[in-house]
């Protein structure tokens, strides 16, 4: 599943995060907080894209770490949460009737 970023001067930043999320997966995305969350997000991301302030990118999910997410623009680091959010409700809503 692969979102990518529609805000202005943001456009070339996206993520893709995996399809296989199991209900304890979920259960922890709602639950865990700092470097446990950011372990098991980094397990579901399959690419990304996350441009930083100092011109550096986040192209590889070994790279999403504390130390370069710190320096992730404030609006690209609120998309993510959002798309990271909308791929789990996407996961809830598959194989019913759009």
């Avoid at 986040?58 to 623009?73: G, L, R």
Wanted: with cysteine; hydrophobic share 40%.
């Amino acid at each position: 599943m692969r979102y990518e970023c529609t805000i202005p001067g943001f456009e070339g930043n996206y993520v893709e995060l995996s399809e296989n999320w199991t209900r304890g997966d979920v259960r922890k995305y709602f639950a865990l907080k700092g470097d446990e969350y950011m372990d098991l997000i980094r397990t579901k991301l399959v690419a990304i894209h996350l441009s930083m302030d100092d011109g550096t990118v986040i192209d590889d999910p070994a790279k999403f770490n504390n130390d370069n997410i710190d320096k992730v623009h404030l609006h690209v680091w609120r998309w993510m949460g959002m798309a990271i959010q909308k791929g789990v409700d996407d996961l809830y809503a598959l194989g019913e009737v759009n």
